[in-house]
């Protein structure tokens, strides 16, 4: 592949986004304090949990993993999973701001922050109450397994050269999935005022529709979280070129990370929790415990070991100033590849 001057683009902005609704039973006495334990002051008998994807994405399954942990700690007594897909979560996003119930969550991330620039979103995730960071994830390259290119080198350089002939799926238009496509070709040395117009990227609301795009040959090459095609490349249907983080994917090994292969590119998805925007300091401190007890717990440790997530907690006044300087990043990469003005 030619050199060209390196651009690192360290993002953390997510593939993930999903709504938890809380139901919250507060008792006699004042409200439970932030950052500790779920105490006796407020009891919060269910969650119901509200992935905006279609099921079978990235999304839908930190939502369900994050309603089982709810269960399995016998933290609620129940915590159902409903989804509402479209517009990159916007759609969710929507729903959340009318939403009553103070005690109600939204599993949020990277493909929600780029999506509400995309979408010109009248709702914005800064209308909500940030409560959580909870996991980053690496975004993996992949191939159909009859591909002719086995390096994200050889298949950068063809899509260099082929421009939007060559069509690359991944989640929803303006998210992480979308941006790095945009930045290979940019560290590659395509022009930015050039990108628009040579990636063919052809967005799809996962539970699925990546793979089938993939093995009935209409793209080329597909990004996702590696949780998403880890499956298909153990059982040889895809081939990963390469993985976006720092150090090599756990549930991926043996696939070379983009620096690796000369790209200086670190890119991860991260997912986190919000709620609406208009609820009580007390209402916010309960909800922080219920999280914080969870990511606690075994169950949760266990999810994230299992689907090869990094535990990236942050809570509170932590979460929000990651979360201000993520959108302020976001905002910036989407115009220097030209998806916003």
Known sequence: MAQHSPIRARLVVGAVIGVAALTLAACSGGPASSGGDVGAETSIDSVAVIAPADPGGGWDQTARAFAQALTDEKLVSSAPVTNIGGAGGT????????????NTLMITGSVMVGAVETNASEVRIEDTT????????????????????????????????????MAVTGGSAGGI??????????EAGVDAADVPTSLNYIANSGGGEALTLLLGGQVQ?????????????EAGELKALAVSSEEPAALLPDVPTLTEEGIDIVVTNWRGLIAPGDISEEEKAALEDLVTATHDGGAWAEVLETNGWTDAFLIGDEFSSFLEGD???????????GLIE
Not at 91 to 102: N, Q, S
Not at 177 to 186: C, N, R, S, Y
């Open 221 to 233: 090459a597909g990004i996702s979280g590696v949780g998403e095609f880890a499956q298909q490349v």
């Open 177 to 186: 999935d979308h941006i790095l496509a945009g930045q290979l070709l940019t």
């Open 91 to 102: 759609v969710g996003l929507a729903a959340l701001a009318t939403e009553t119930d103070p």
């Open 130 to 165: 940030p409560i959580a960071k909870l996991t980053e994830e690496p975004l993996v390259v992949v191939v159909p397994k009859d591909s002719p290119y086995d390096t994200i080198g050889d298949f950068v350089d063809a899509w260099v050269e082929e421009g939007s002939a």
């Open 327 to 337: 959108i302020a990043t976001t905002q910036e990469t989407l115009t220097t590849i």
